[in-house]
């Protein structure tokens, strides 16, 4: 069984803050992990994803989310985020044998001060 | 603009009616995925095709839904009987086919049971 778990379901800071949304993960076999954003009221939009090579990866408007196997983590990262980053952030996990299905974390909400 | 289409937007049911919502993939995609979110958190992975062809499902939609892909350009989930606990924002995704693709998610369907 594969389980993606997100320790923070709100998190707050104000425009021009760095922000860190966390997600971890449990499965032993080949993944794919990604992140998807839900702005309020509409579909998911994927931002980025990791299966192998640089932990680092970028993704679209500044995010970047780091892959770390030691700590089963994939934790999503903004230097300084904007007001209109304020969304639900998911993170998800994609089991070449569970199927192509993602498996979705709880999400955080991430609201963004002015 | 979300390249996946989704009628209705809105679906209101009484206990004990049929549903039905429509998914117009993007086109060329040959993977389609249903999930469900409530509490706009919390998205259950439903069913997936692939060409048109069912091959990943949960129970309760064996059980208590209808899932067909006529066309590579159409594909509908239908409820057969509503319950309160239907109640729920329905997304659906294509992606090219690929395991580790991302997903393009539409706007969803959102389904009110009374």
């Known amino acids: 069984t594969q389980t993606v778990s997100q320790s923070d379901a709100h998190v707050t800071v104000f425009e021009g803050d760095s922000v860190e949304l966390r997600c971890n993960y449990s499965?032993?076999?080949?993944?794919?992990l990604s992140w998807y954003i839900q702005h309020h009221g509409r579909g998911l939009q994927f931002l980025l994803k990791y299966y192998s090579g640089n932990p680092v990866v970028q993704g679209v408007n500044g995010f970047k989310a780091e892959f770390s196997k030691s700590d089963s983590s994939f934790h999503l990262r903004k230097a300084s985020v904007h007001w209109s980053d304020s969304a639900v952030y998911f993170c998800?996990?994609?089991?070449?044998?569970?199927?192509?299905?993602?498996?979705f974390g709880t999400g955080t909400s991430l609201l963004v001060d002015p | 603009d979300a390249a996946v289409t989704q009628k209705p937007r809105y679906l209101i049911k009484m206990k004990g009616q049929e549903a039905e919502m429509k998914c117009i993939p993007e086109?060329?995609?040959?993977?389609v995925f249903w999930y469900q979110q409530k509490q706009s958190k919390e998205l259950k992975f439903l069913i997936y095709f692939q060409n048109q062809q069912p091959l990943d499902q949960i129970d309760m939609v064996k059980e208590r839904f209808s899932a067909v892909c006529p066309s590579s350009s159409l594909c509908s989930l239908g409820i057969r009987t509503c319950e309160a606990e239907d109640s729920a924002l329905y997304l659906c995704s294509s992606s090219p086919g690929d395991w580790g693709a991302e997903q393009y998610f539409g706007p969803g369907t959102r389904l009110t049971v009374l």
């Open positions: 086109k060329g995609h040959t993977a």
């Open positions: 499965y032993g076999g080949s993944i794919y």
């Open positions: 998800a996990v994609s089991a070449r044998d569970m199927g192509y299905k993602l498996t």
